[in-house]
């Protein structure tokens, strides 16, 4: 009994069609998964990329905010603070007021910079101050204020409390800065002279 071999590839020099397609679907797949891979890698790079700038950018503000004259954005805050507003709003707009900020060119700079070719304007980045009144806090912390933006609601909301009077001495710095659609809020203080 002679048996015949069947060989499926046919013993050519070569390889099929169905060889040659098998393998463009499979090369596909692969190069299909690593496409994917590097576009989200890129996505989170550059979303990573624009938060770092936001926080940078707030970081720049709140060290711009803190070497100020105590005294006289203390005397500026509770002047202009009423039982409807209890905080103070900064941002590009407030540059003008060269009472409180001596250099309006220095003062555009911080609160409407432009980094990697996006400008930030009043909109996109703010300064709110606070003062270290407990009667003003509790408000504040039981009713924000519409003005304040959600993110900065909640780091108010989970704020401490202080018992001691130091309003003469502090004023509660907050800096939200907006990036794409985001707002990052960072907070600081502004300290009287006589204790930094």
Same mark, same amino acid.
């Given at each position: ?9 046919? /013993? +050519? ?9 098998? *393998? ?7 190069? #299909? ?20 700038? !936001?926080?940078?950018? !707030? ?7 803190? &070497? ?14 009423? @039982?409807?507003?209890?905080?103070? &709003?900064?941002? !590009? *707009? *407030?540059? *003008?007021?060269? #009472? ?23 909109? /996109?980045?703010? !300064? ?24 900065? +609601? ?9 018992? @001691?009077?130091?309003? /003469?001495?502090?004023? &509660?710095?907050?800096?939200?800065? &907006?990036?794409?659609? @985001? ?9 009287? @002279?006589?204790?930094?």
């Amino acid at each position: 009994m002679c048996q015949k071999k069947m060989n499926i590839f046919y /013993d +050519k020099h070569g390889f099929t069609l169905i060889e040659v397609l098998l *393998s463009i679907v499979i090369l596909s797949f692969v190069v #299909s998964g690593m496409f994917m891979f590097f576009t989200n890698a890129m996505t989170y790079t550059a979303y990573s990329q624009s938060k770092t700038v !936001a926080v940078n950018i !707030a970081r720049g503000v709140i060290h711009y905010m803190e &070497r100020l004259d105590f005294q006289t954005i203390n005397a500026y805050v509770h002047d202009h603070m009423t @039982e409807q507003t209890p905080f103070i &709003r900064f941002d !590009a *707009s *407030s540059c *003008s007021n060269t #009472s409180l900020f001596p250099n309006e060119d220095v003062c555009q700079a911080v609160f409407a910079p432009t980094v990697n070719n996006v400008t930030y304007d009043e909109e /996109d980045v703010q !300064a709110w101050l606070i003062p270290y009144d407990q009667a003003i806090w509790s408000q504040i912390k039981t009713n924000p204020p519409n003005e304040f933006p959600d993110p900065l +609601k909640q780091t108010i909301q989970n704020e401490k409390d202080i018992k @001691e009077n130091v309003s /003469d001495y502090l004023l &509660r710095l907050y800096v939200t800065v &907006r990036s794409n659609n @985001e707002v990052i809020v960072l907070k600081g203080v502004i300290a009287n @002279e006589s204790i930094r």
